[in-house]
């Protein structure tokens, strides 16, 4: 009986998180240090339809008929039988594992679902072209997120780093450079949900002043965007620098990544900022070579939980 696995990585916002909620473009790349991975196995004596779940990192261990409509596994696999044309599956055993840690801006819930649909698409003999991966994806990410702008199913899915504007193509950024990258975890678990919640509240009282701090995040994408492409290294890790000032103003930093973003720029960084939907999550320093190792130890000494080096590769070397 067949067997089939996928996985997936997880994923860095490098430069306007939020603001692309609001059609400001944004900057992400995939964490391939991480990731998520399903296995379908067959299960030759089950009944049809008999499908059970095991996901020991959020300790679900269930049967496929006992979780509710918007649980987001049980709503990617009805997408996918959806789009399949799939009205019954056969009796098998899905298994989740991940190493990318929950609710810490790092796309674990979209690296999920997209292990989930291919190793589940490929099972039933039909795989899925990407686009309708990421179709699929998204959709699922509306039960994590409610308003997601999409950018995070997108970087998963393509696996390439992006740059991002919500409901248009995207496009495959290109560094001249490699890009070194440290990204350390607060700990703290943050739900996007609430924090995109809490600037649409914040945006609803002062529109002007929160549009105004939108746009000045979408002029710092566009321009890193220039500097990634053009292997300017320093004029990106200050624009990253800017781009947390405006994440502060916003307010959805929080102590302990600000603490970690200063120890980070005192240890050599060329920039830091936090990464993902903030209030506590992770956080990310453009570094190079020369200041990494540096960097990894303070973070660690520092308390971060997990400090990871991930690498965005260049044109050039
Ligand atoms: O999933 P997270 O925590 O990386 O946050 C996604 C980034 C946001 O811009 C805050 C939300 C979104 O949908 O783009």
């Known amino acids: 009986m067949p067997s089939t696995s996928s996985h997936s990585p997880g994923k860095a916002i490098l430069f306007g998180e939020h603001a692309v909620v609001y059609g400001q473009p944004a900057i992400a790349v995939p964490v391939l240090q991480l990731n998520a991975t399903t296995y379908v196995l067959a299960n030759p004596i089950g009944k049809p339809g ?11 261990f ?25 009205d019954h599956l056969p009796a098998c055993k899905i298994s989740i594992v991940s190493t990318i840690p929950i609710a810490s801006g790092l796309g674990s819930g ?30 699922v990410d509306k039960y994590y997120h409610g308003n997601p702008s999409g950018i995070d199913n997108t970087v998963i899915t393509y ?4 740059y991002f504007i919500r409901e248009n193509p995207f496009e495959i950024i290109k560094p001249m450079f490699p890009i070194n990258l440290v990204i350390a975890d607060t700990g703290i678990k ?10 649409r509240q914040r945006w609803s009282a002062d529109e002007i002043k929160y549009g105004g701090f939108f746009t000045e995040i979408g002029s710092i994408v566009a321009e890193a965007k220039i500097s990634i492409e053009n292997g300017d290294l ?6 990253m620098c800017q781009n947390q000032e405006i994440l502060h103003k916003i307010e959805v930093s929080h ?16 920039g830091a900022k936090l990464s993902g939907a903030g209030g506590g999550g992770n956080m990310i320093a453009l570094t190079d070579k020369d200041h990494m190792e540096e960097i990894i130890s303070n973070l660690k000494e520092a308390g971060a939980r997990m400090v990871i080096k991930t690498r965005v590769e260049g044109r050039k070397r």
């Open 159 to 162: 696996e390439k780093p992006i």
């Open 62 to 86: 269930e049967m496929l008929s006992a979780l509710g409509k918007e649980n987001p596994i049980k709503s990617a696999i009805n997408e996918t039988q959806k789009v399949l044309k799939i």
């Open 234 to 239: 320093q004029k990106l890790g200050s624009l």
């Open 50 to 60: 008999e499908v059970s779940i095991e996901a020991p990192d959020i300790g679900l």
């Open 110 to 139: 979209a690296a999920i679902t997209i292990s989930l649909i291919r190793a589940l698409s490929k099972f039933l003999g039909q795989e899925l072209l990407d686009s309708d991966v990421n179709a699929i994806a998204f959709e």
């Open 190 to 199: 943050s739900s996007t949900r609430e924090m995109v919640n809490g600037v």
């Open 255 to 270: 102590p302990t990544l600000d603490r970690l973003i200063n120890l980070a720029m005192k240890s050599g960084a060329l």
